[in-house]
């Protein structure tokens, strides 16, 4: 039982991790599940499951990391803007933390469409883009973090 408690606390934080961006958050749903796997020697949560729940992380990280320049591209960001935003991600990650690694790839969208040429309005658009991508990606990643847990809830319990 305590490595049940232990391993949903560990699926919670990483829950956490999609409103505060320097948790991981399903690579830490995926290590709860993989936890209380090997403490049960694989009794109900499977090799196969770790499996699937490995692959639906690695989908949330490239959708995440993936979203922001997305979203800015859709908004018509060009190749400054989509460099301004990785450039931001490094920079907010390092000088704000969490905040930053909302921040840092708005301002570094905006801050380079500006150097490349592209009007305020021009680039502040791009910008709004790169929020609706990291917003849309946040909740793509919500979503498949529920579901990890309640695929395990449901494993545990009823499987």
């Known amino acids: 039982m305590a490595v049940l408690v232990i391993s949903l606390i560990i699926m919670t934080v990483g829950m956490a991790g999609i409103i ?5 958050s399903t ?3 995926w290590v709860g599940a993989f936890i209380y796997a090997i403490s049960t020697h694989f009794e109900k949560v499977t090799w196969t499951m770790l499996l699937f729940f490995a692959l639906m992380t690695i ?3 490239v959708l995440e990391n993936l979203g922001n320049v997305y979203g800015a591209k859709k908004f018509g960001a060009t190749r400054w803007g989509i460099l301004g935003s990785v450039i931001g991600t490094g920079a907010g990650f390092f000088l704000g933390g969490p905040v930053g690694l909302i921040l840092g790839p708005i301002v570094g969208t905006i801050i380079f ?3 490349g040429g592209k009007d305020y309005k021009g680039a502040l658009k791009s910008g709004v883009g790169n929020f609706v991508g990291f917003l849309g ?3 793509v990643k919500m979503i498949i973090g529920l579901v990890m847990i309640a695929l395990f809830v449901w494993k545990i319990f009823f499987g």
């Open 20 to 24: 505060v961006p320097i948790i991981p």
């Open 27 to 29: 690579p830490l749903i």
């Open 59 to 61: 989908f949330s990280v």
């Open 113 to 115: 469409e500006v150097i």
């Open 137 to 139: 990606g946040s909740i």
